[in-house]
């Protein structure tokens, strides 16, 4: 798929990065940045966190995953919906801590990726969840939900008019 360019609506490749594309304005946040332009917080949990608490901080936010930091923001792993979900089936120990069953590989980007590399990335290795980082840290996240809005504002002709 080719980077699109943003700003102007022209469907012109372009070679901007994650940084510049998906949220160089307001309406093109397509990941988040903890205390960024749009203050939206940048949900994470520590690898101690219990497998209940990752539960309830998933449903009530409405999340599909949750990144896993140490206390300086480093990226240690990934916790999925469908794992914790998996885990939980398996077992009824829901104290145990997110380390036991988080991804420890999570598929983590600089934040100057171009957003055609962070497309592909996506398709080729099935990925829902991409994490943004700034020098090992985690600065965002990339959802399907944010893929999908990108499309539908920037790829997929507008609806005809009913009239």
Known sequence: MPNLHPDDGCGKPCDQTVSECFWGGAEYLLWWIKDGP???PLVTVS???SLEAVARILV????G???????????LGFLSE??????????????????DIMAREPT???????????MALMRDRQVDHVLVAREGRLVGIIT????LRFFV??????APEVG
């Open 38 to 40: 749009l203050g939206i």
């Open 108 to 118: 983590v980007i600089d934040e100057f990726e171009t957003t055609e590399n962070v």
């Open 60 to 63: 009530a936010g409405r999340f």
């Open 144 to 147: 399907p939900l944010d893929v």
């Open 153 to 158: 504002e920037h790829v997929i002709p507008p």
């Open 82 to 99: 469908k794992d914790l979900m998996t885990a939980l089936l398996q077992s009824s120990n829901a104290d145990r801590p997110a380390s």
């Open 65 to 75: 995953g949750v990144p896993v930091v140490d206390r300086d923001g480093q990226v």
């Open 47 to 49: 690898p101690d966190t």
